[in-house]
């Protein structure tokens, strides 16, 4: 049976309201984006690096216990690498170059204890290579702006003969950042234009396709000046601002594209009035976007789940611009449409149709869907299978030291060590023990096949405890340490500790790896009954939730084969580490999974509609193919032209989150929302609408029919 409205809905009736207090909507989008704006140009500056750890972890209480009692001696510290191409460090021009460097860690408050290099710790036996120890004085983030202050002072005090390399944690993620800081301003810089063309093409005329832009500015300005002024409450990690900007771009787009296409549909098309355009706009396409945005941050608030500072803040850094988005979406938009009016299609493409809603393509597509369901349905399911089958065999891991430019200091620094004193002397272990047990500690350590060396005790600066640090016989990010650390964390004393940066790795690999099936499970049963919620159809609603599976399934599979398995490496500039960052499973799938449900939302909602006005499955299948078809392969154009631009730059994480996103994006809205879902439509028929009475009276009434 179909159902109408005989008057603007909630959103409608918030959209007529926006136009007819348009000067006072006006003047508080102006003061939000001056007033967080001004925060906004220093994000880059503010922000940190750090917060890659699993909080509450045995490594974590130990990196506390070495800076707070053992002069800074943890694994943030600043460790500078002097090494000499000529004679040993001990005399005339060495020696001068050490002590410049020891002057300059001591000017730096922040800096706690300076620790000389010593014979047999830190000091190689030929003396042309030392390593002076610059205590961390403050937190995580606050020793990544340290590294970033200090080191191009340093770095300055090399000669021709003498080489000055800061490197460490701290300086890794400091570097990072830089160079991921220069990667995506060349990723926007390339991306702007591209999606600039795209969405010309797409709405066919200049100043419409401008829209989105504005939008997404305004929430990026805003969402930017936010994650400052929330950096000074709990640290931000400057992925979130990363994450942020294409999140904002993407969604951005996504959203404007679906309003402005039904505003033009509604106002040239149907000829109403301005009110009644952007009533009816509101009541479908602005509730399809409303329930979009829901969708999004209902998976992205499950990150939340995991116990680490940096996902919790990347995560909250896109929802907070999602909000921003979502807001300017649903009030700034619809004002700007309404004073535009038919000058939106000012410069308009000459083959245009600016009133056209269903579009002719679609509608035949959608119709030969209908013809050939089993066809089409069967060769999209092998295709995404067959793409997804290599997921079997996926390692991850935390960045090595390859995700850095190899001119990097921090780079340069860890081989100079790496050849002064052996692959594991880059990721010294720290073992936290009680005095009384530090001979048994230490035995230990001496007699573990996975360690190499093992470095006097050195007493804590006050109370009983003892710090002895071990070098692993293997390179901090090789597959074998993580069964050292377990076997040793079996043999030790029961008060012994250990830590350090390599076992800090491996701690938050390990907690990743025990929160991916929560998260993951939190996101398919949230995205679920919210599709449930809007469809109020279970059927549809699952195999909505269980499509978006198979995409991000193959996403990942092709994300095996090339940054695991290393094909196309060379195409793309990087060099492969033998598996995947081990963030990029549980983060992605729920970046992934918003997305492809932010596409489903706008499929089904539009299905939903024409399910109400005609109650026949055929028209609700093509109508909904036909009238939101062009709309999800436009918007889904853009997203892949702005995620693959990201792969094309800068180190290899930012390439990773690309390669996959821009696959998950091809694959989703091409293949999942524009063939195989329509097909289940299709197949499913009435059964996709029913509704048990029990369940229609406990769910709230939607509705996407609009008179």
């Known amino acids: 049976m179909a159902q109408h409205t005989s008057r603007p809905g909630p959103l409608g009736r918030l959209g007529v309201r926006v136009i007819e207090h348009g000067r006072i909507v006006a003047i508080i989008w102006v003061a939000v984006v001056i007033g967080l704006g001004v925060f906004a140009p220093s994000v880059e500056k503010r922000l940190s690096g750090a917060g890659w750890q699993a909080d509450g972890s045995e490594s974590v209480t130990v990196r506390d216990l070495a800076q707070e009692r053992f002069g800074g001696n943890a694994s943030h510290a600043i460790q500078v690498v002097v090494h000499s191409t000529d004679a040993p460090l001990d005399t005339g021009e060495g020696a001068r170059v050490l002590a410049a460097v020891t002057q300059a860690l001591e000017a730096e408050p922040r800096i706690s204890e300076v620790v000389a290099p010593t014979v047999g710790a830190s000091l190689s036996p030929d003396g042309r290579t030392a390593v002076v120890l610059g205590g961390a004085g403050a937190?995580?983030?606050?020793?990544?702006?340290?590294?970033?202050?200090?080191?191009?002072?340093?770095?300055?005090?090399?000669?021709?003969?003498?080489?000055?390399?800061?490197?460490?944690?701290?300086?890794?993620?400091?570097?990072?950042?830089?160079?991921?800081?220069?990667?995506?301003?060349?990723?926007?810089?390339?991306?702007?234009?591209?999606?600039?063309?795209?969405?010309?093409?797409?709405?066919?005329?200049?100043?419409?396709?401008?829209?989105?832009?504005?939008?997404?500015?305004?929430?990026?300005?805003?969402s930017a000046g936010s994650l400052v002024l929330i950096n000074e409450l709990v640290p931000v990690s400057i992925w979130a601002m990363n994450f942020a900007m294409m999140f904002a771009l993407a969604l951005g787009i996504d959203y404007a594209l679906f309003l402005v296409v039904r505003y033009r549909a509604a106002r040239m098309g149907q000829k109403g009035s301005v009110q009644e355009a952007i009533a009816e706009t509101m009541d479908t396409a602005g509730k399809a976007v409303l329930l979009s945005g829901a969708t999004v941050l209902v998976s992205l608030s499950a990150?939340?789940?995991?116990?680490?500072?940096?996902?919790?803040?990347?995560?909250?850094?896109?929802?907070?611009?999602?909000?921003?988005?979502?807001?300017?979406?649903?009030?700034?938009?619809?004002?700007?449409?309404?004073?535009?009016?038919?000058?939106?299609?000012?410069?308009?493409?000459?083959?245009?149709?600016?009133?056209?809603?269903?579009?002719?393509?679609?509608?035949?597509?959608?119709?030969?869907?209908?013809?050939?369901?089993?066809?089409?349905?069967?060769?999209?399911?092998?295709?995404?299978?067959?793409?997804?089958?290599?997921?079997?065999?996926?390692?991850?891991?935390m960045p090595s030291i390859k995700v850095l430019p190899e001119d990097a200091s921090a780079r340069v620094g860890y081989a100079q060590v790496q050849d002064a004193f052996g692959p594991g002397a880059p990721g010294m272990l720290q073992v936290v023990v009680d005095t009384a047990d530090a001979g048994t500690a230490a035995a230990v350590l001496t007699d573990d096949a996975g360690i190499r060396a093992v470095l006097p005790p050195v007493p804590a600066t006050d109370g009983d405890l003892t710090m002895i640090q071990a070098m692993p016989t293997v390179d901090p990010s090789d597959p074998a340490l993580p069964a050292t650390i377990e076997r040793l964390r079996a043999d030790l004393p029961s008060s012994a500790l250990v830590g350090g940066a390599a076992v800090e790795n491996i701690d938050l690999t390990d907690q990743l790896q025990r929160s991916t099936p929560l998260v993951i499970g939190v996101v398919l049963l949230l995205g679920f009954l919210l599709l449930l919620v809007a469809?109020?159809?279970?059927?549809?609603?699952?195999?909505?939730?269980?499509?978006?599976?198979?995409?991000?399934?193959?996403?990942?599979?092709?994300?095996?084969?090339?940054?695991?398995?290393?094909?196309?490496?060379?195409?793309?500039?990087?060099?492969?580490?033998?598996?995947?960052?081990?963030?990029?499973?549980?983060?992605?799938?729920?970046?992934?999974?918003?997305?492809?449900?932010?596409?489903?939302?706008?499929?089904?909602?539009?299905?939903?509609?024409?399910?109400?006005?005609?109650?026949?499955?055929?028209?609700?299948?093509?109508?909904?193919?036909?009238?939101?078809?062009?709309?999800?392969?436009?918007?889904?154009?853009?997203?892949?032209?702005?995620?693959?631009?990201?792969?094309?730059?800068?180190?290899?994480?930012?390439?990773?989150?690309?390669?996959?996103?821009?696959?998950?994006?091809?694959?989703?809205?091409?293949?999942?929302?524009?063939?195989?879902?329509?097909?289940?439509?299709?197949?499913?028929?009435?059964?996709?609408?029913?509704?048990?009475?029990?369940?229609?009276?406990?769910?709230?009434?939607?509705?996407?029919?609009?008179?």
């Open 139 to 222: 937190d995580t983030n606050e020793m990544v702006r340290v590294a970033t202050d200090l080191k191009e002072e340093l770095r300055h005090l090399s000669t021709d003969t003498i080489q000055v390399n800061p490197t460490g944690s701290s300086l890794l993620w400091s570097d990072f950042n830089e160079a991921n800081l220069e990667a995506m301003l060349t990723s926007e810089l390339v991306s702007w234009p591209v999606t600039l063309a795209i969405l010309v093409l797409a709405f066919g005329a200049l100043v419409a396709a401008g829209l989105p832009l504005l939008l997404t500015l305004a929430g990026l300005v805003a």
């Open 303 to 397: 990150v939340l789940l995991v116990p680490s500072p940096a996902f919790r803040s990347m995560a909250g850094g896109i929802m907070i611009s999602v909000v921003f988005v979502l807001a300017a979406t649903l009030t700034l938009l619809p004002l700007v449409l309404a004073r535009l009016d038919d000058r939106i299609n000012r410069f308009a493409l000459p083959w245009v149709k600016v009133g056209e809603h269903r579009s002719p393509v679609f509608d035949r597509w959608g119709a030969h869907l209908w013809r050939r369901p089993v066809v089409w349905g069967v060769g999209a399911t092998v295709v995404l299978l067959a793409l997804a089958a290599p997921i079997l065999g996926l390692k991850t891991g």
């Open 535 to 707: 469809l109020q159809a279970p059927l549809i609603s699952l195999l909505g939730t269980l499509a978006s599976l198979l995409s991000t399934a193959a996403a990942f599979g092709v994300a095996r084969l090339l940054f695991q398995d290393g094909h196309g490496s060379g195409l793309l500039g990087f060099e492969h580490q033998g598996f995947l960052d081990a963030w990029a499973p549980v983060f992605f799938f729920a970046m992934i999974f918003a997305i492809a449900m932010d596409y489903t939302v706008f499929l089904l909602a539009s299905a939903k509609e024409h399910w109400e006005r005609s109650g026949d499955p055929r028209e609700a299948m093509v109508g909904a193919v036909a009238h939101s078809g062009r709309v999800i392969f436009a918007a889904g154009g853009v997203m892949v032209a702005v995620f693959f631009t990201f792969a094309l730059s800068g180190p290899l994480p930012p390439k990773e989150m690309g390669v996959i996103l821009g696959v998950a994006v091809l694959l989703d809205a091409f293949l999942v929302r524009l063939v195989l879902l329509p097909v289940l439509l299709r197949l499913s028929g009435r059964a996709a609408w029913a509704t048990p009475a029990w369940l229609r009276r406990a769910l709230p009434t939607i509705t996407f029919a609009h008179d």
